[in-house]
């Protein structure tokens, strides 16, 4: 993936007390290891309705995104297949951080066995991927799951201080 534009979210013109000091930018690796450090984030999608659903999911990087797990008849994921909008939002020592992006169903055998793999490595939550489908091996026994990848297409992160905040915009230059 390629680095994301990082800007600063107020211009001098703006009345507001953050800083327009371009000095003050946060690099993306900055909002990336937020997001890999997370012990847990807020997903926000969107019902049928219009009306927004906000719920804390577990996340994992994988392959310069951010991924979830929620089972199948789950309000997260009926959302998701109706409207595939999505936003994530986690607050971290350093960084505050809100990403919208578009959310994509994972099917790729590989990529299942990625995003499983780094589910089990940070938070030693096992799944196996069977047929093209993934399964919680936990004690409740198996337990269907889909895993979703947020591709991100705009992020903003304000700084412990605030006084700054950086938007990235993602896509073409």
């Not at 690099?27 to 997370?38: M, T, Y």
């Not at 906000?54 to 990087?61: E, G, H, K, N, S």
């Amino acid at each position: 993936m390629t680095d994301p534009i990082a800007e600063l979210l107020f211009s001098p013109a703006d009345t507001t007390p953050m800083s327009t000091d371009e000095a003050t930018i946060k690099p993306w690796s900055q909002a990336v290891a937020c997001l890999a450090a997370a012990p847990k984030v807020w997903l926000c999608s969107v019902r049928g309705d219009g009306r927004p659903h906000v719920m804390p999911v577990l996340v994992a990087w994988v392959d310069d995104s951010p991924c979830v797990a929620t089972r199948p008849g789950s309000r997260k994921a009926v959302n998701l297949a109706e409207n595939s909008s999505a936003v994530l939002t986690v607050s971290g020592d350093e960084l505050d951080l809100v990403v919208e992006g578009v959310a994509e169903l994972v099917t790729r055998a590989a990529n299942l066995d990625r995003i499983a793999a780094a589910l089990l490595e940070k938070y030693e939550w096992e799944f196996a991927v069977r047929d093209g489908a993934v399964y919680d091996v936990g004690p409740l026994g198996p337990v269907e799951y889909l895993f979703y990848r947020i591709r991100p297409n705009r992020a903003f992160g304000y700084g412990s201080d605030g006084l700054t905040a950086t938007r990235w915009r993602f896509g073409p230059r």
